[in-house]
């Protein structure tokens, strides 16, 4: 069972709200990722990071910003929620290893985020 | 640009029958790797294929990578209706875990 948790898991929100989806993980993996997935679609990554410090933006724009203060948080930020941003987000993490066999992704159960 | 293709995008088979489904590239991975996901939840991975030409059975779940390592197929054999969902390939690029857009799989009962 992976070690990697999102809150909330369902968040129904109002236009203009700011709002945090948290995730923690506790495997103390570097390499940690946010992809946005609409129902039955595919995996958008929107944020990764290698470690603490580092953020980077994902291939698939997005208004939402990511923070990696620790090794264990990865927090996603929404400063003003848009119907647009109604989606799954879904987080998940990685060793940082060169080695092909250790390269698995583990996923948290997602936050399902709709904004009204 | 999709790195992986994986086809078909979608498929709905009857109970007992077999399948196979494809993710293919036209770049060289070190790893490929399968994941499901079913609804409302994140995916979990099923294997990693390292080794050009290599297979790896899991159950009814055949997995091969190919020679070249740029493809790598998934035959499930007597499907059954537990193996509904999103199967998705992966693998890695630039330090970052790439995904296809997933073969959503629907066996009928």
């Known amino acids: 069972e992976a070690d990697i948790y999102q809150t909330p898991r369902y968040l129904v929100i109002g236009t203009g709200k700011k709002i945090t989806l948290e995730c923690s993980q506790t495997m103390g993996h570097d390499k940690m990722y946010w992809y946005q997935q609409d129902p039955g679609m595919e995996l958008h990554l929107i944020h990764y990071?290698?470690?603490?410090?580092?953020?980077e933006k994902g291939d698939l724009s997005s208004e939402s910003t990511v923070s990696r203060i620790r090794t264990e948080h990865f927090p996603l930020t929404l400063e003003s929620a848009r119907p647009s941003h109604t989606s799954q987000y879904l987080c998940?993490?990685?060793?940082?290893?060169?080695?092909?066999?250790?390269?698995?992704?583990?996923f948290g159960q997602g936050t399902r985020l709709t904004v009204v | 640009t999709q790195l992986l293709e994986q086809s078909p995008q979608f498929l709905s088979i009857q109970e007992g029958e077999n399948l196979t489904v494809y993710c293919n590239s036209s770049?060289?991975?070190?790893?490929l790797q399968w994941y499901r996901q079913e609804p409302g939840e994140g995916p979990v991975l099923l294997v990693t294929v390292v080794t050009g030409g290599e297979v790896k059975k899991l159950k009814r779940l055949t997995f091969q990578f190919g020679d070249a390592r740029k493809d790598s197929s998934l035959h499930i054999t007597a499907a059954q209706t537990g193996d509904t969902g999103l199967y998705l390939c992966a693998g890695n690029r630039d330090d970052k875990i790439i995904f296809g857009k997933g073969t959503r799989l629907h066996i009928l009962p």
């Open positions: 770049s060289v991975f070190s790893s």
């Open positions: 990071s290698y470690g603490v410090n580092s953020t």
């Open positions: 998940a993490s990685s060793e940082w290893d060169s080695h092909p066999t250790n390269t698995e992704a583990f």
